[in-house]
């Protein structure tokens, strides 16, 4: 097996790697250059019946000026998006987003929200359409970055990013909201097909260039017994931990039997009268000489990495006797020697039948099975001690690579090393497999140190961009059909909700400051609304001071800034009293207060924080914060998917995975499970995500074993109890 680690320095294949980048450049021109005419031919037709069938002809002129514009600009648009979309595989260090910046979450305007709700409809359309060959593309990606400096970020190529690459190219063309959603229409019928070609083709030259032709992804980090904590907020259920700690092997896994009686059983009950007075007799090769023998197979059988036939191993002993006894063979093995190396022969059969094993650890294994027989000639209390530092290293072993799957891995070139190591060490005592399985211990925690910051740093982002989806939803469905005017949208879509984004994240969506949050958003919206009625109107006059307090005193706790909060206010401020003052409601004889104000209000926009108001009686029994509509529906059925989960289905499991038709089933293991949108995140050894499942789909996958739970069990232990229960019924 290749113990090579990852980062290739060889100029040749740095050369194949940056070709590859080069190659997958020229198919993205190509492929985006076969759809892009049709795009604007028919965006041209539709901008073209838009105009025909507008009601004025300001607006018409507008639409048949952006044609113009169009069709000026078309080569530079699509010279700049296919730029844009290769400049993201250019060779450059990866770009990580770690800390957060408030002003990701400034939305700017409500023409902006429709643009994201049109470029997210269609992105998950073609997420669904190409999910297997975008997963394909993203597991070579990202296994390209391990090989080479030349990598680049695996979600470059994800749908979303064409989308707002084909926008971006046209943001110097003066596009209305029509205009730019009859472009990205067109956009979306067209771009699934060049789509397809691209991560089929670069997909296909991935291959070529041999870079996981086969698709099975790395899913490793070995974390089974450690402190472990429910963390985030109660819409998400994650594991947080201290420090990888090794697995207790105390309990053997053998129960109630009594190991040593059994084995003696067996082995008495396998040996011919005649065998025993031979014995006596001393007809037998002592075990001193049947050790030595084994210590000279041993290298032989070193890199083995298939079953060891035990009968070959008799012969090759008798042989190695023989060949050191002056060519004579003048004796038989030991009949319990004899019969030990078939107990461990019946072991390794055990262990290789296990399916939770990956082939990479069965190959290590393997390499142990003559130092394993040693052992147990050697040491009487082999099967019957539980501690024994053999049983506890193979048994570490099976539990340290539960998730290697690749021979590249870098935790399975430290492994070997460790496992030579014993093999050239090991003699006739168990100092070596000490040695060993602290080693072990060792490499699993530095290993486990970087795993875990990795997977910490997934968890983290993924909280944070489901922060922000359940933000930007809750405002999508407040301002829905409402105005909230230039002036407030630096309040409205930026400071309140990075003030939600933080209360989410601190307290979660089954909180009171949550709900409270969520109440205020309402409330400010609310409030800027033309009043109609005399009640809006006085509710108005008598809440504004409460409403800007409140709104104030929240933003204050949000750190952000200071000046940015004061402008909010004041303008917040401004917005009431032009509402107050400029108030049309229906029946102006029930509305004295709105006469007065139009009677007293003369001057600019400016002068209207000057007027004076009049006293209106306040409502004390009336809340402030309006009560919210919730949708009860929704929450129920993601309660209900989640409820279709197995119990035993926690974060920190590790599961192979079902991932379509013709694909192999990737090892990854459960990081986070999502309760408000009922999904489970899946990440590698590493700590980097893989997989998102549904919980319905995933529990309908476990039933029908599609996916299945990998058992992170004492492989040796387990493998002895079965061979144990095997003898004691023929015993």
């Known amino acids: 097996m290749s113990a090579k680690i990852h980062k290739i320095e060889d100029h040749a294949e740095e050369n194949k790697y940056k070709k590859l980048i080069s190659i997958s450049k020229t198919i993205i021109e190509k492929e985006l250059n076969t759809?892009?005419?049709?795009?604007?031919?028919?965006?041209?037709?539709?901008?073209?019946?838009?105009?025909?069938?507008?009601?004025?002809?300001?607006?018409?002129?507008?639409?048949?000026?952006?044609?113009?514009?169009?069709?000026?600009?078309r080569a530079q648009i699509i010279k700049s998006f296919i730029h844009k979309v290769q400049n993201r595989i250019s060779a450059s260090e990866l770009v990580q987003k770690d800390e957060f910046n408030a002003d990701e979450l400034s939305l700017v305007s409500q023409d902006e929200m429709e643009e994201m709700v049109a470029i997210s409809s269609i992105s998950n359309r073609s997420d669904n359409i190409h999910a297997e060959a975008i997963s394909h593309l993203q597991a070579r990606i990202e296994h390209l970055t391990l090989k080479t400096r030349h990598g680049f970020d695996k979600t470059a190529l994800l749908p979303k990013n064409f989308c707002e690459d084909f926008l971006s190219a046209t943001s110097h063309v003066e596009l209305n909201m029509n205009a730019k959603l009859i472009f990205l229409k067109v956009f979306g019928k067209y771009i699934d097909k060049a789509l397809t070609a691209i991560y089929n083709t670069i997909n296909y030259r991935f291959i070529e260039a041999d870079i996981l032709p086969?698709?099975?992804?790395?899913?490793?980090?070995?974390?089974k017994s450690r402190s472990t904590t429910q963390t985030v907020n109660d819409n998400f259920y994650s594991f947080s931990s201290t420090e990888y700690q090794t697995p207790d092997y105390s309990e053997s896994a053998v129960g109630g039997h009594n190991i040593q009686n059994i084995i003696q059983n067996y082995i008495r009950s396998s040996i011919p009268d005649t065998a025993i007075t031979k014995i006596n007799e001393q007809n037998f090769y002592e075990r001193s000489h049947v050790v030595d023998a084994l210590s000279n197979l041993q290298t032989q059988f070193s890199q083995s990495t298939q079953p060891v036939n035990f009968d070959l191993i008799k012969r090759a002993l008798l042989n190695n006797i023989k060949s050191g006894s002056g060519g004579m063979i003048t004796k038989q093995v030991n009949h319990v020697d004899e019969k030990t190396i078939e107990i461990i022969e019946l072991l390794f059969d055990e262990i290789l039948q296990d399916e939770n094993l990956t082939n990479a650890t069965k190959t290590l294994i393997?390499?142990?099975?003559?130092?394993?027989?040693?052992?147990?000639?050697?040491?009487?209390?082999?099967?019957?001690?539980?501690?024994?530092?053999?049983?506890?290293?193979?048994?570490?072993?099976?539990?340290v690579g539960i998730g290697i799957t690749e021979d590249s891995d870098q935790l399975l070139a430290g492994i070997e090393v460790i496992v030579d190591?014993?093999?050239?060490?090991?003699?006739?005592?168990?100092?070596?497999?000490?040695?060993?399985?602290?080693?072990?211990?060792?490499?699993?925690?530095?290993?486990?140190?970087?795993?875990?910051?990795?997977?910490?740093?997934?968890q983290k982002h993924i909280l944070r961009d489901h922060a922000r989806k359940i933000v930007l939803a809750e405002l999508q469905r407040l301002a829905r059909g409402k105005n909230i005017?230039?002036?407030?949208?630096?309040?409205?879509?930026?400071?309140?909700?990075?003030?939600?984004?933080?209360?989410?994240?601190?307290?979660?969506?089954?909180?009171?400051?949550?709900?409270?949050?969520?109440?205020?958003?309402?409330?400010?919206?609310?409030?800027?609304?033309?009043?109609?009625?005399?009640?809006?109107l006085q509710q108005l006059v008598n809440r504004q001071d409460d409403i800007l307090t409140l709104i104030e005193d929240k933003l204050n706790l949000s750190k952000q800034d200071n000046k940015a909060i004061n402008l909010a206010i004041y303008t917040l401020s401004e917005t009431f009293l032009e509402l107050i003052n400029l108030a049309d409601i229906e029946d102006p004889e029930e509305n004295s207060f709105a006469s007065f104000a139009m009677n007293t209000f003369a001057g600019d926009f400016n002068d209207i924080k000057e007027i004076n108001q009049p006293d209106i009686a306040a409502n004390n029994e009336e809340s402030l914060l309006p009560e919210l509509d919730e949708d009860a529906t929704a929450v129920i059925d993601k309660r209900e998917q989640l409820q279709l989960l197995p119990n035993d289905v926690k974060p920190g499991l590790w599961f192979e995975l079902f991932d379509g038709d013709d694909k192999p089933k990737r090892r990854l293991k459960l990081s986070v499970i999502i309760m408000e949108e009922a999904q489970l995140i899946f990440v590698n050894r590493q700590g980097v995500k893989i997989l998102e499942k549904n919980a319905a789909d995933f529990a309908s996958e476990l039933e029908t074993e599609q996916s299945k739970i990998i058992a992170d069990h004492s492989v040796f232990d387990q493998a002895l109890n079965n061979v144990i229960s095997v003898l004691s019924k023929s015993g």
């Open 35 to 73: 759809i892009l005419a049709d795009i604007f031919d028919e965006s041209d037709d539709l901008l073209f019946n838009t105009a025909e069938n507008a009601t004025s002809s300001s607006e018409q002129n507008e639409f048949f000026d952006i044609m113009r514009m169009l069709r000026k600009d």
């Open 214 to 223: 086969s698709i099975k992804v790395t899913a490793p980090t070995q974390e």
């Open 366 to 399: 393997l390499r142990l099975q003559i130092p394993t027989v040693k052992v147990a000639m050697l040491d009487p209390q082999f099967f019957n001690n539980p501690h024994h530092p053999a049983r506890n290293f193979l048994n570490l072993l099976s539990h």
């Open 421 to 458: 190591t014993l093999l050239n060490e090991y003699e006739q005592d168990s100092v070596s497999f000490q040695k060993a399985f602290d080693a072990l211990n060792n490499l699993i925690n530095k290993e486990y140190d970087n795993c875990q910051k990795k997977e910490q740093h997934t």
């Open 485 to 536: 005017g230039k002036k407030n949208e630096p309040l409205v879509l930026k400071l309140w909700p990075t003030q939600m984004y933080h209360v989410y994240l601190n307290y979660g969506k089954d909180s009171d400051e949550w709900n409270e949050s969520v109440s205020s958003l309402k409330l400010i919206i609310d409030s800027i609304q033309t009043p109609t009625t005399q009640k809006e």
